[in-house]
């Protein structure tokens, strides 16, 4: 899969994108919502993992935008957060959101969670 990554901790970003890396898919970085939206809208990938929280653009605004964009719609879009109680995960599903990881990742099991994620949202 063609997945976007999108989180304002570098250590974290990088930890992410070996994982999908090494489970074979092709991985897009940012460290912010506002630069990698040019990208999601010339060249849409099939999955955007976002943090929630970030400066700029948060991960809801992302994903917002992305439900209203007919041409990015079959995107499949999952948010990561320490916020984790029901009030954020409920924000998440009203904004379209795939699936919800909740922080700290364990990145053992980052990729397969990706993936159960969007298996089950096709």
């Known amino acids: ?22 489970d074979g898919h092709n991985v897009t970085t940012s460290p912010a919502g506002a630069p ?29 935008m992305i439900k209203e964009s007919a041409r990015m719609s079959g995107m499949k879009v999952i948010l990561m957060s320490a916020r984790t109680d029901d009030l954020w995960k409920t924000k998440a599903k009203e904004c ?18 990706v993936d159960q994620i969007v298996a089950n949202a096709t």
Do not use: N
Not at 96 to 113: C, M, Q, S
């Open 36 to 64: 990698i939206v040019p990208l999601l809208k010339s060249d849409p990938p099939d999955v955007l993992i976002t943090d929630l929280m970030m400066a700029e653009l948060t991960g809801l605004e992302l994903c917002e």
């Open 96 to 113: 379209g959101a795939a699936g919800f990881i909740d922080k700290p990742i364990d990145p053992i099991t980052f990729a397969a969670d």
């Open 1 to 22: 899969m063609k997945i976007v990554l999108v989180d304002d901790d570098p250590d974290l970003l990088e930890i992410l994108y070996l994982a999908l890396e090494q």
